[in-house]
């Protein structure tokens, strides 16, 4: 996998596709490869690159606490090392918190911007779920972290359809080697630290929001909170999906997120 050193450590990301440029950056405890099932779509139309967070997959791990904007400076750096003036950006949960910082601090590098299950500021509810996740994660095996974390983020429905694959992600889990304690808590304190709310307003891009209406982990208030400030943004409420609706909704989602980053 390449690496590029940027602000300070060294970053690994994967190249998928030919076309424009597509940044897509993971979310909480995950590396860029979780992007896979939607690659496969947008690498028909983007040359898209896949980002390791610092802390996640083969990029540094250094001790925390991050910060989103710090993250976003990571993702400022890969760009320039890489000759890539401008994107489209893309990301998950605390994916989506590092594109706001991205867009507000660097906003020639950013065209258009996808935020999936976001939020502009923790709430109480918000911030103690992190904070649990961490807590719960450092005192339980990987694969019984993994299914709380299924029960989070996925709905009833999904498990109607899916509970072999969800066993399959426990197993996976005990297997391979998790990513440390300490970059997991980093994380966290930077999905818990993350607040652009009141800055949102100098975004000028066009941004798609998308979100479950049956999130419990980021609920659907916190992207209207952010679809109220940015102007040019529009919002898709997969109805009856949760925090993961790109993977319980998969077909539409790429079909919707693709559509606009091919307008945008």
């Known amino acids: 996998m390449p690496i590029i050193e940027t602000n300070g450590i060294q970053m690994a990301y994967q ?31 983007f040359h898209c690159y896949l980002l390791d967070n610092r802390g996640a997959g083969e ?10 904007r710090m993250m976003a400076e990571d993702v400022a750096g890969l760009m320039d090392a890489l000759s890539i003036r401008s994107a489209r950006v893309a990301g998950i ?18 065209q258009s911007m996808v935020l999936v299950s976001s939020w502009g500021r923790c709430d109480m509810y918000v911030r103690t779920v992190f904070d649990h996740f961490h807590r719960v994660r450092a005192s339980v095996s990987p694969s019984v972290f993994m299914e709380l974390l299924q029960l989070w983020i996925f709905t009833a429905p999904h498990y109607e359809e899916n509970m072999a694959a969800l066993l399959e992600a426990q197993v996976a889990a005990a297997k391979d ?7 997991f808590e ?28 049956a999130d419990i982990f980021t ?46």
């Open 219 to 264: 609920p659907l208030r916190l992207s209207e909170a952010i679809h109220q400030r940015v102007s040019r943004s529009q919002m898709k409420v997969f109805r009856g999906w949760g925090h993961a609706h790109h993977w319980e909704d998969l077909p539409r989602f790429n079909q919707i997120t693709r559509e606009f980053l091919q307008a945008h």
């Open 93 to 110: 949960s605390m994916g989506s918190a590092i594109a706001q910082e991205l867009a507000l601090g660097h906003p020639d590098k950013v």
């Open 15 to 45: 190249e998928r596709g030919q076309g424009e440029p597509l940044i897509l950056i993971m979310g909480l405890g995950a590396p860029g490869s979780v992007w896979e099932e939607h690659v496969k779509e947008y690498e028909k139309y």
């Open 177 to 183: 080697p998790a990513m440390p304690q300490h970059a």
């Open 59 to 68: 990029s540094d791990k250094p001790e925390g606490p991050y910060s989103t």
């Open 186 to 213: 980093a994380q966290c304190a930077a999905c818990t630290g993350h607040d652009a709310l009141e800055r949102l307003g100098q975004i000028t891009v066009p941004a798609l929001l998308t979100v479950g209406d």
